[in-house]
């Protein structure tokens, strides 16, 4: 499923670059608004969704501000400007990028967003006579306990989480550890071969698969 990316921009040329940066995109749909106050409530936005924002008029930035601080728990919010324009905002309320930039920046952004968005989402999740404690990063069943580190706790959350679909080894270097070029495949192996030791305990109930796509449980 694609995640939306909504821009909203008052410059024509900056909107059809934009367009055309994204359609070679398979991840994201980007949804162009030119008129600010199409942005009518900040509820208008999905949970999912990416809100960009680009304006050469200082007064337009501003009132993005106000509305996006209205909300106790805003959608992510990037906002393009010059740096003087940056530097008249508060820092707490969006993701700055200044101009000019390079489109690859904006798409580490975005991921990163994302990334630390789902980190919300990591709640405790039962698996057959099993449940997965985050609070207490620990896998705990009837009779045993096995704690985890936050790094194990997650890798094993989206492999419970997929319901035994595979899931690649990109995805979950992407999801666990962030966007970090520096971060090799062998840190996953080797945190995977760690689990599996550690969750011998429940080996009739909980068992982690190899694929040439990637992981999942069985």
Do not use: C
Request: proline letters at 2%; glycine letters at 2%; aromatic letters at 12%.
């Amino acid at each position: 499923m694609k995640s939306k990316a909504f821009l909203f921009s008052d410059d024509k040329f900056f909107n059809l670059i934009f367009e055309e940066q994204f359609s070679a995109l398979s991840n994201y749909s980007l949804v162009v608004s030119q008129d600010f106050f199409d942005i009518t409530n900040i509820n208008q936005f999905k949970k999912n969704d990416i809100a960009i924002f680009y304006s050469v008029k200082q007064e337009q930035v501003t009132k993005i501000k106000n509305l996006l601080s209205e909300a106790s728990y805003p959608p992510p919010a990037i906002t393009i400007g010059l740096s003087e324009d940056i530097l008249n905002l508060e820092k707490n309320s969006f993701v700055f990028l200044k101009t000019p930039f390079y489109f690859n920046e904006l798409l580490k952004i975005i991921e990163n967003i994302s990334l630390q968005r789902d980190m919300i989402d990591y709640s405790n999740l039962k698996f057959r006579k099993i449940n997965l404690d985050m609070t207490g990063k620990a896998i705990k069943g009837l009779n045993n306990s096995v704690k985890l580190t936050d790094k194990e706790a997650r890798i094993i959350w989206h492999l419970i989480e997929a319901k035994g679909d595979t899931i690649s080894q990109d995805y979950l270097l992407n999801k666990v550890w962030g966007y970090n070029k520096d971060i090799e495949t062998k840190t996953l192996t080797t945190h995977i071969y760690t689990i599996r030791k550690k969750i011998v305990p429940f080996k009739n109930i909980l068992s982690i698969e190899s694929s040439e796509n990637g992981y999942y449980i069985k």
